[in-house]
């Protein structure tokens, strides 16, 4: 049965090949709707028992290495998180000096690089708290900040975050509008 299969496949292989080189060959075999049609059924009943026979086959898994780890590289700023040093956990006073820290770094680069300072009349006025107009940015980086007031503190209660994060977007805020030219 098999041979015959394959003759027969073979045949109509070579019958296609002929009829696509020569043309005049397809009418002498008159290609009507009956000869279409019994071809598809021919091909549909192939593909149903090809179909069929796979069925029985048992299906072989590969396995797979792991995959490759990608190395992690640190990203500046990863080290601080604002939000982080603005919950209540322990160790928060020394997160919050060293975002503190960091702000007043980036402030100290700011008015040297952008407002004409030199390094030590930077570092005095982020002291003294003159190096902005905003209250809360200048308390935020001063050497001693002030106490705030019990109305501020009341405020600072129903705003939905804390006020060192408060200070700090200011500062940042701050920051890039004197990058931006527009302080």
């Given at each position: 049965?098999?041979?015959?299969t394959a003759?027969?496949?073979?045949?109509?292989?070579?019958?296609g090949?002929?009829?696509?080189v020569?043309r005049?060959?397809?009418g002498?075999?008159?290609?009507?709707y009956l000869v279409?049609?019994?071809v598809?059924?021919?091909?549909l009943v192939?593909?149903?028992?090809?179909?069929?026979?796979r069925?029985?086959t048992?299906?072989?898994a590969?396995t797979?290495?792991?995959?490759?780890l990608?190395y992690?590289v640190?990203?500046?700023?990863?080290?601080?998180?604002?939000e982080?040093?603005?919950?209540?956990?322990?160790?928060?006073?020394?997160?919050?000096?060293r975002?503190r820290e960091?702000l007043r770094?980036?402030?100290?680069e700011?008015?040297?690089?952008?407002g004409?300072l030199?390094?030590?009349?930077?570092q005095?006025?982020l002291?003294?708290?003159?190096?902005?107009?905003d209250?809360v940015?200048?308390?935020a980086l001063?050497?001693?900040?002030p106490?705030?007031?019990l109305?501020?503190?009341?405020?600072?209660m129903?705003?939905t975050?804390?006020p060192?994060?408060?200070s700090?977007?200011?500062v940042?805020?701050?920051?890039?509008?004197?990058?931006?030219?527009s302080?």
């Open positions: 049965m098999r041979t015959v003759f027969a496949g073979l045949t109509a292989t070579v019958f090949f002929a009829v696509v020569d005049g060959l397809a002498a075999f008159g290609l009507d279409v049609t019994l598809g059924a021919l091909a192939q593909g149903i028992r090809y179909g069929l026979s069925r029985k048992t299906f072989h590969t797979t290495d792991d995959p490759e990608r992690h640190p990203v500046p700023g990863d080290d601080v998180d604002v982080f040093a603005g919950e209540r956990s322990l160790g928060r006073a020394q997160k919050r000096e975002v960091r770094e980036a402030a100290r700011t008015l040297v690089g952008y004409g030199t390094t030590e009349e930077a005095e006025r002291d003294a708290g003159t190096w902005t107009d209250p940015a200048a308390a001063r050497e001693s900040p106490r705030p007031s109305v501020a503190r009341v405020r600072a129903l705003r975050e804390s060192f994060e408060r700090a977007r200011r940042v805020d701050e920051l890039v509008a004197i990058q931006e030219g302080r």
